[in-house]
């Protein structure tokens, strides 16, 4: 295990404005959603299981090492036999929205899905820190929303972060 992994990620957990989560993958010709609650420390774990950390650019370099949601084969599928796991669209679908909407990052198209999915209004990608606000209120509940390969957090931003739980 590494120390700086296990670290972002208890920073992060800690910190998290909810723990409630839904985790985006591709399985079958579906886009997915996972929810967790990491209150639950099994499904903590699991969460933990599917993160790496990923070096920074040169563009985001002051944002020092990055944590990310990537699970290996067997941990989508595992996360996919899940009984809370439900299909939100198609590939198909997710990759039409993304053009329509010309849609770079796939985690806002993921968040753009869950939108539509549950008929929420989607008001795009927001500045507002993990600390400090959900991605999405889902049926009154704040989520938090992690695709496939997104950047979870990074060193600068637990920094910033702890500073303001001061």
Same mark, same amino acid.
């Given at each position: 295990?590494?120390?700086?992994?296990?670290?972002?990620?208890?920073? %992060?957990?800690? @910190?998290? %404005?909810?723990? $409630? #989560? +839904?985790?985006?993958?591709?399985?079958?010709?579906?886009?997915?959603?996972?929810? $967790?609650?990491?209150?639950?420390?099994?499904?903590?774990?699991?969460?933990?299981?599917? *993160?790496?950390?990923?070096?920074?650019?040169?563009?985001?370099? /002051?944002?020092? *090492?990055?944590?990310?949601? *990537?699970?290996? /084969?067997? $941990? /989508?599928? +595992?996360?996919?036999?899940?009984?809370?796991?439900?299909?939100?669209? &198609?590939?198909?679908?997710?990759?039409? @929205?993304?053009?329509?909407?010309?849609?770079?990052?796939?985690?806002?198209?993921?968040? @753009?899905?869950?939108?539509? %999915? #549950?008929?929420?209004?989607?008001?795009?990608? &927001?500045?507002?820190?993990?600390?400090?606000?959900?991605? @999405? #209120?889902?049926?009154?509940?704040?989520?938090?929303?992690?695709?496939?390969?997104?950047?979870?957090? &990074?060193?600068? &931003?637990?920094?910033?972060?702890?500073?303001?739980?001061?």
């Amino acid at each position: 295990m590494n120390n700086k992994q296990i670290y972002l990620f208890n920073q %992060y957990n800690r @910190l998290s %404005y909810t723990h $409630l #989560y +839904l985790l985006g993958i591709e399985k079958d010709g579906f886009i997915n959603a996972v929810p $967790l609650d990491t209150n639950n420390n099994q499904l903590k774990a699991l969460f933990y299981a599917c *993160t790496r950390l990923s070096e920074p650019s040169d563009i985001n370099s /002051k944002q020092g *090492t990055q944590l990310r949601f *990537t699970p290996c /084969k067997d $941990l /989508k599928g +595992l996360l996919a036999s899940l009984n809370n796991c439900f299909p939100v669209c &198609t590939v198909e679908h997710f990759n039409r @929205l993304r053009q329509l909407e010309n849609i770079k990052n796939r985690g806002d198209a993921f968040e @753009l899905a869950i939108c539509e %999915y #549950y008929n929420i209004s989607w008001k795009g990608r &927001t500045k507002e820190s993990f600390d400090m606000a959900p991605d @999405l #209120y889902i049926n009154g509940k704040p989520y938090q929303l992690k695709y496939y390969d997104a950047q979870i957090t &990074t060193e600068l &931003t637990i920094k910033n972060a702890i500073a303001r739980a001061l």
